[in-house]
């Protein structure tokens, strides 16, 4: 069954460096999310991304986070330099357009930890 | 307002028992989605079922179905004949707009489900 893949599976990383995180999206899926997950608490919506460009961002989507899809099948997040509240759980989803349910399927997520 | 309501932060259930976890969902769009997801202690997102603001019935993933009731806005899943694997954390979650869009998942704070022998 096709899966959504991410890499790495944890990423440990110094206060304001960079860090990017992969994500290979499902081959015949057209829109493509990130999601975060503070530990303990809720799956928070970051962006979305069609046609080679964002459809929404959350407001916590701010300057310090990009998306690129630079070939076929990655498509990545970008934090450009990591602050200690970073430390999340970092899903990537995908979903297509065929059929009516549209579902997005998860990652197994990247933990990322900010020390 | 909160656009979903998980209102069990944890539940018990026996072995072989069925579980009803409580999803409430507030939104103006006539046309949404609502998904049941379930993350492991591994920390994964597994999609469990869908049900659309204008399917008639309600919908079953084998052990899994939801209970929709549009009128007061409730998506509540029902497990029939609870296994160990079960336990884990469940999500609601819905997508406001029409599928077949980039539209974002808001999901719930959860309810954690813990299957006893």
């Known amino acids: 069954e096709p899966e959504v893949t991410q890499t790495p599976s944890h990423q440990v990383t110094q206060m304001g460096q960079e860090v990017i995180l992969r994500c290979v999206p499902i081959s015949n899926h057209l829109y493509f999310y990130w999601y975060r997950q503070i530990l303990g608490q809720k799956v928070e919506f970051l962006v979305s991304?069609?046609?080679?460009?964002?459809?929404?961002k959350s407001e916590i989507f701010d300057d310090q986070f990009s998306v690129e899809r630079p070939d076929g099948s990655n498509f990545t997040l970008k934090i450009r330099s990591t602050k200690l509240e970073d430390s999340a759980m970092y899903f990537c989803?995908?979903?297509?357009?065929?059929?009516?349910?549209?579902?997005?399927?998860f990652g197994q997520g990247t933990r990322l930890t900010v020390v | 307002a909160q656009k979903i309501t998980q209102t069990q932060p944890g539940m018990f259930v026996q072995e072989k028992e069925a579980v009803t976890l409580d999803c409430t969902y507030d939104?103006?769009?006539?046309?949404?989605?609502l998904f049941w997801y379930k993350q492991p202690s591994s920390g994964e997102m597994i999609f469990l079922i869908y049900q659309g603001s204008y399917d008639q019935q309600n919908a079953t993933e084998g052990r899994y179905s939801l209970n929709f009731q549009k009128a007061r806005k409730s998506a509540n899943l029902v497990i029939s004949a609870s296994q160990l694997g079960d336990s884990a954390m469940y999500f609601c979650?819905?997508?406001?707009?029409?599928?077949?869009?980039?539209?974002?998942?808001?999901f719930g704070s959860g309810t954690q489900l813990t299957v006893l022998p």
């Open positions: 979650a819905m997508r406001e707009g029409p599928s077949g869009s980039a539209r974002q998942l808001t």
């Open positions: 991304f069609y046609n080679n460009e964002i459809s929404e």
């Open positions: 939104t103006s769009d006539p046309s949404y989605g």
């Open positions: 989803a995908s979903s297509d357009r065929q059929g009516r349910r549209t579902e997005a399927f």
